[in-house]
């Protein structure tokens, strides 16, 4: 029997450098960076995109997107280079199982990542082993009513309805979704309801559990922005990073 466990952070130990060591194998990085402030590093994150990748980057119709793609992919590599010991250039994303992307590099680290973007925000995580992670901008004005039954059971759709902060819930709810699909790249989403992502511990079908049981930690970002990150449950130390990462 699996379970998945389903915790809030409402201040999470965001820690100003990342010169604490942890082992990958029994810990997670989780970094957070505030696009407004990568802006003016856009030349150098694009020289470090493949062709496939400035091509992309030129295809976004905002400037606002493309530039977002550019400062996530090129900080990407900028941390995983480093965790990795090898050059920013040498490092390779390439799409795996599920259309799940992964590292692909000569190291004997074998580092699994995740990433997501919303708003003005960056979140990635690094580890080894099924992670996921998502982040999402709190729209107030959204109509999210329709999308309850589709998505939440009946007591994930009675507690984001019968409180007052609903449209944080239903993103804090939804995030947690998003994550674990993205760790286990399962992509059922039309089971979504029979994942319960309530705060505390509920039982997984077997489907979602794929033999094991998991974690998934809410935290905000700010008073608009939430994110969820999933992993496999016997992670003991996660280390959550707010640095001016170096280029």
């Known amino acids: 029997m699996s379970f998945i466990k389903c915790k809030y952070l409402e201040l999470p130990p965001w820690k100003l450098e990342a010169k604490e060591l942890i082992e990958f194998e029994s810990g997670i990085r989780v970094h957070k960076l505030f696009i407004p402030s990568y802006i003016n590093r856009i030349r150098t994150c694009f020289l470090l995109l493949n062709d496939d990748e400035k091509k992309r980057a030129n295809n976004y119709l905002h400037q606002k997107d493309s530039q977002r793609f550019i400062i996530a992919r090129g900080m990407l590599k900028i941390l995983a280079s480093q965790y990795l010991g090898i050059p920013s250039v040498e ?106 992502c309530l705060d505390g511990e509920s039982e997984l079908l077997n489907y979602f559990s794929l033999g094991q049981s998991w974690e998934t930690w809410s935290f905000p970002l700010d008073h608009e922005h939430v994110a969820s990150l999933s992993f496999v449950e016997g992670k003991k130390n996660i280390l959550f990073i707010e640095q001016d990462i170096a280029i």
């Open 91 to 196: 490092v390779e994303i390439t799409i795996g199982a599920n259309k799940k992307p992964f590292i692909k590099s000569q190291s004997s680290l074998k580092l699994d990542y995740n990433i997501s973007h919303s708003g003005n925000w960056i979140v990635m995580a690094f580890g080894i082993g099924s992670i996921g992670i998502d982040v999402e901008q709190i729209q107030k004005e959204f109509n999210f009513e329709s999308l309850l039954p589709v998505c939440f059971s009946s007591s994930e759709q009675s507690f984001i309805q019968n409180n007052s902060n609903s449209s944080e819930l239903f993103y804090r709810l939804w995030t947690r979704k998003e994550s674990f699909v993205k760790a286990t790249s399962i992509g059922l989403v039309e089971t979504l309801p029979q994942l319960i």
